[in-house]
């Protein structure tokens, strides 16, 4: 007798509990980060918010500014739930400690 018919664990057992597993773990909802456009935060504030916070090039930064700017929201960002909302609540203390009104949201994809 083998050691795996002994002790009751066999591959056949192994193989149920990983397709278990596999049923149970569904992915994290993920959040959108959104700007959205206002008449007095600077389109270069919001583009050092874009590459300080959300890590885009100078490149992508501008031009989701520019959808703030001309359509009055811009997507910065999938994330996770954790991670949208620290998005958020960064956006918000810096924008409020440079004085601009600069409004920041999360809403579930």
Do not use: Q, R, W
Not at 47 to 62: C, G, N, Q, R, T
Request: with cysteine; net charge negative; charged share 30%.
């Amino acid at each position: 007798m083998d050691n795996d018919s002994m002790n009751g664990y066999g591959p056949d057992l192994e193989e149920d509990v990983i397709s278990d597993t596999k049923d149970d773990v569904d992915e994290p909802p993920m959040y959108k980060v959104l700007l959205h456009n206002d008449d007095y935060t600077t389109m270069e504030f919001v583009v050092e918010i874009l590459m300080f916070v959300f890590k885009k090039s100078p490149e992508e930064a501008v031009k989701i500014m520019l959808n703030v700017h001309h359509k009055g929201i811009g997507i910065c960002g999938i994330y996770p739930f954790e991670v949208s909302e620290t998005k958020v609540k960064t956006v918000d203390a810096l924008a409020k400690e440079n004085g601009f009104p600069l409004k920041c949201t999360m809403e579930k994809e």
